[in-house]
C-alpha cells in the first residue's frame, strides 16, 4: 500500500514562496497520475493541481494557475512550486495518488492521501 507524505509547509508572506513535497513509501507512484488538494478551515476540499503519471501533462485550478506549478522528478516525488502566494491561499495541503488519468480534479477520484502539511500566508 502506498503512503504519502507531504513536506514543506509553513508560514510565510503574501507575495512569497513556498515548494512543497509528497513524497511516496511503500511502492511506486510512477504509474499513477498525483494531484495537490486543499481545504481552508470551513470549506471544503477543493482542486489545486495535478500531473499525469508521465509528467507530460498538467492541470490547474483558475485560482493557482500562472503562480503554481507542479512537477514530479522521479517515481516516489511530486512537488508543488507556489509563487507569488496570496492569503487565500492559506490552507491545508494534500497529495493524493489516482490510478487514471481523467477525473483528476474530482477529490473521490483518488485513492491514497497524505496527512496534509498547513500553507499559511499572512497579509
Known amino acids: 500500500q502506498v503512503q504519502l507524505v507531504e513536506s514543506g509547509g509553513g508560514l510565510v508572506q503574501a507575495g512569497g514562496s513556498l515548494r512543497l513535497s509528497c513524497a511516496a513509501s511503500?511502492?511506486?507512484?510512477?504509474?499513477?497520475?498525483m494531484g495537490w488538494f486543499r481545504q481552508a478551515p470551513g470549506k471544503d476540499r477543493e482542486f489545486v493541481a495535478a500531473?499525469?503519471?508521465?509528467?507530460?501533462?498538467t492541470y490547474y485550478a483558475d485560482s493557482v494557475k500562472g503562480r503554481f506549478t507542479i512537477s514530479r522528478d522521479n517515481a516516489k516525488r511530486v512537488n508543488l512550486q507556489m509563487n507569488s502566494l496570496k492569503p487565500e491561499d492559506t490552507a491545508v495541503y494534500y497529495c493524493?495518488?489516482?490510478?487514471?488519468?481523467?477525473?483528476?480534479?474530482?477529490?473521490?477520484?483518488?485513492?491514497?492521501w497524505g496527512q496534509g502539511t498547513q500553507v499559511t500566508v499572512s497579509s
Open positions: 500531473i499525469s503519471w508521465s509528467g507530460s501533462n
Open positions: 493524493a495518488s489516482i490510478p487514471r488519468g481523467y477525473g483528476l480534479e474530482y477529490a473521490d477520484e483518488y485513492d491514497y
Open positions: 511503500g511502492g511506486s507512484i510512477s504509474s499513477y497520475a
